[in-house]
T-cell receptor, first 115, second 112 residues
């Protein structure tokens, strides 16, 4: 596609439920990043993939959070036993590589609300 | 370790006035530096970046930033603010094989 696509754009779930957030990166981009943005804050790093493997998952807050990218393209962020504190906008970005000097292209995010 | 500090969570300027948004970074190695803009209900969009070479970097929409290693700064400027510049601005730092670290953002208001 032309840009990074995230689905759904909005998700409301009940506390304790399981959710999956999907990210379709720009075709050919090998690096994929997940960030979380709370109101009034900058994006907070969660995890990034280089190809199919998680190159750095140090930002995942706890073991309720997990992400996969099985074929090196689409990625899914999975949150188990959701809590109200998980409410935020989850951003996905992709870039041609993970050299660090390459622009990351961001999706519009998924707004997760846990009630 | 890397981090980014943006001084001033809210900045207001009059239309036509100079825009100055401040960003300081800390990094153990020479970093790559970025400014992103986020308009309401939109994704983050790259304004400009510094990787190597000329320290004064020009970006889109008339914005520019200067990398000053001695001051560990990468402030964003625009000579004349336009109403359409009202948005949230984020400074970010990265380096080879690493993720992006973002500042907490500066909300720019342009007063007519």
């Amino acid at each position: 596609g032309a840009g990074v696509s995230q689905t759904p754009s909005n998700k409301v779930t009940e506390k304790g439920k399981y959710v999956e957030l999907r990210c379709d990166p720009i075709s050919g981009h090998t690096a994929l990043y997940w960030y979380r943005q709370s109101l009034g804050q900058g994006p907070e790093f969660l995890i990034y993939f280089q190809g199919t493997g998680a190159a750095d998952d140090s930002g995942l807050p706890n073991d309720r959070f997990f992400a996969v990218r099985p074929e090196g393209s689409v990625s899914t962020l999975k949150i188990q036993r959701t809590e109200r504190g998980d409410s935020a906008v989850y951003l996905c970005a992709s870039s041609r590589n993970d050299r660090g000097d390459t622009e990351a292209f961001f999706g519009q995010g998924t707004r997760l609300t846990v009630v | 370790a890397q981090s980014v500090t943006q001084l001033g969570s809210h900045v207001s300027v009059s239309e036509g006035a100079l825009v100055l948004l401040r960003c300081n970074y800390s990094s153990s190695v020479p970093p790559y530096l970025f400014w992103y803009v986020q308009y309401p209900n939109q994704g983050l969009q790259l304004l400009l970046k510094y990787t190597t070479g000329a320290t004064l970097v020009k970006g889109i929409n008339g914005f520019e930033a200067e990398f000053k290693k001695s001051e560990t700064s990468f402030h964003l400027t625009k000579p004349s603010a336009h109403m359409s510049d009202a948005a949230e601005y984020f400074c970010a730092v990265s380096r080879w094989g690493n993720q992006f670290y973002f500042g907490t953002g500066t909300s720019l208001t342009v007063i007519p």
